[in-house]
């Protein structure tokens, strides 16, 4: 079939059917394996008393989720957890099953009902040392569900690893097969039964597989990845499936990123092949170990995920199927003004008048450049738990509220928990981190106002030279085409173009014998810096670290002057980072950075990971008047996910006073 024929055979009038004109209340039917909520357009049915969703009934459609799979594996809270003295991100798998059900709110207007799980010292080593209280809440009116849990770790309670935790929906495959993510990322997917042994190819590892024998023909050749579906934070608000031939879409909605780990550019999974789509609340992907949640004994802590909503719509005959994402996405607004919800039953989800407000403005002053004090539209500012400047990247245990500044650089965060908070912020544009050193109390109700505040980005002279965008990505760099045996459709002339497999082993295509050399002032970044430093692979199936040159001229040298060099990398993976000057040989090196990173962003098309800033003197009699050379090396080579990729690098000249600075 020609789908974009297909899709244009529609004409463009939008009616969506639901939520209009008067509706039955919200009843509850309780049974003895089942519960049942059904508010006259959705109808749920969960597991008594595990909490698993084992139906949703919808627009005629006796269930949306896929009943070829076991009542378990259809719409579940999961977490992944270990002990505390274990290492790794790859703990144990626990479904979350409940075992005490409970009616929180059972009125006209809503269903809220509770499923538990209380722990005790006689499971320890079985089960997560967590009390679990998972709710979901169906309102009047509403073409969907809610549903939100809270977690808790008591006072004496075991040290325990928490790896990650999520929602998932297993939709039925004979019914879903048009996946959207966001605007420019929506396709056909193949089935899963493409990924088999029998009709796929596994690549590199497990989830890439190429798809050689698809039941569909035409995504023969493609590579299917989970990872390629990723999404950050900020913009991971709405995605899910549509059924062409129902006209039916089912979509998650996260209206606030707050409860999710490690704030705006934390990337988590949406929807893969299944057809699956996942509402992630807290992973260590894109991150590593780094964020595992590690809980000491006498560590209490409790954390509401959610609420999420599972909204469902549908179309009248033969209109564009489009249109649901269209409302999808309209939803998601609506669902976003109502944030914080007001029905949550649980006193510990705090409505909006229990919460507070900070507001501010955010100047930049950068030495060297201007002593103006720049107000920057756009600049991210927000609140995490107390912590060092930059923390908040890997923070997941508290709440994080965030927003952008105004043209003028003005601010206001509004619906803050009450608690204690540090004011953090990043600018594009310019390297490193801000942190107000106060800490910020909110209390119910609290306006706060923080006045003016000023971010003097590291820097100890003016720039020599530069290479690319300081923006916490590598996007801006040379990404290369895919190898045509390994393409994802949906990423051809598309501006993510680092959302290929394999790009790392383009690399030596381009580099053959030689290591990238970039000269200052010829080059261009744009062409000719790789987006990560990754290994050369060597005819032998082993694997060689690599050494970047660059090349540079100065004109003069202050031979008792400090220079600096910046180095902002956007990701690392199992990396060691040597740097030299002007002689590729030097024992031991400038600096090094000791084995770094776990991102393993590389292998699944990330283009960036965790920030790291290193700023390294380098004295003046180390270089000298004309060219000068510095080498960057990788030196771990064990594997080919293992590298770098950098954000931004600059050379700063030594912070002498000059007559035209105090002009
Ligand atoms: C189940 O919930 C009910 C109502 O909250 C409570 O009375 C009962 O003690 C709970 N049972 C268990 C095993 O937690
Ligand atoms: C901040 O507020 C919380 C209540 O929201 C309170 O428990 C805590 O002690 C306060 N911290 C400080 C430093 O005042
Ligand atoms: C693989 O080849 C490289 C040179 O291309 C060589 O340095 C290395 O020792 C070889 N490794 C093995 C295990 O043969
Ligand atoms: C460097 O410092 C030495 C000793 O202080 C001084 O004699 C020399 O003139 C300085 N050179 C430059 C280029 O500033
Ligand atoms: C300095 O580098 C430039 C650019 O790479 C090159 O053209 C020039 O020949 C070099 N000069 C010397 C003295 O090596
Ligand atoms: C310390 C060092 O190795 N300096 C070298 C920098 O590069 C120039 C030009 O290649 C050499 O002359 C310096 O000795």
Known sequence: MNFAKYFLSFMLHLVVVQGSGPCPGVRLDIQEKHVVMDNGIVQVTLSNPDGIVTAIQYNGIDNLLEIVNQEYDRGYWDLVWDEAEKSGTKGRFDRMEATNFTVIVENDEQVELSFTRIWVPSLEGKLAPLNIDKRFTMLKCSSGFYTYAIFEHLKEWPAFNLDNTRIAFKLRKDKFHYMVIADDRQRFMPLPDDRSSERGQTLAYPEAVLLVNPVEPEFKGEVDDKYLYSSESRYNRVHGWISIDQLVGFWLITPSYEFRSAGPLKQYLTSHVGPTTLSVFH????????????????????????????????????????KLWADAKQQMVNEIESWPYAFPASEDFPSSDQRGTVKGRLLVRDRYISDAFISVNGAFVGLAPPGDVG????????????TTTDEKGYFSIIDIRSGD?????????????????????ITSGCEIDVG????????????????????????????????????????????DRFRQYGLWERYVDLYPNEDLVYTVG????????????????????????????????????????????????ASVHSSLLQVRINNSEANPPLFSSGIIGKEN?????????LYWLYSIDIQGTLLVQGNNSI???????????????????RLEGPSSISCTDQN
């Open 522 to 569: 010829i080059s261009d970044y744009r062409k000719d810096w790789f987006f990560a430093q990754v290994n050369r692979k060597k005819d032998n199936n082993t694997y060689q670290g690599t050494t970047w040159k660059i090349n540079f001229k100065l004109d003069d040298v202050n031979i008792n002057g400090t220079y600096k060099l910046r180095l902002a990398l």
């Open 631 to 649: 080498f960057l090396t990788q030196a771990r080579s064990t594997s080919p996910f293992q590298g770098i990729m950098y954000d931004y690098i």
């Open 283 to 322: 992973s260590t992907h894109y991150s590593g170990e780094d964020l595992v949640m590690k809980f000491g004994t006498n560590e209490p802590w409790k954390k509401v995920f959610g609420p999420i909503f599972i909204y469902l719509n549908s179309l009248l005959n033969r209109e564009n199927p489009l």
């Open 601 to 609: 962003t590389i292998a699944r098309h990330g283009i960036h990971g």
């Open 391 to 402: 923390s908040w990247q890997r923070e997941s245990k508290g709440y994080q509220f965030w």
């Open 452 to 495: 003016e505040l000023v971010y003097e980005p590291p820097r100890d002279g003016h720039t020599l030279w530069e290479i690319g965008i300081p923006d916490r990505s590598a996007a801006e760099f040379y990404i290369p085409a895919p190898n045509p045996k390994y393409i994802n459709r949906l990423y051809i002339n598309h501006p």
């Open 421 to 441: 908070y540090n004011l953090y912020s990043w600018v594009t544009g310019y390297i490193g981190d801000y942190r107000y050193d106060n800490v910020i109390n």
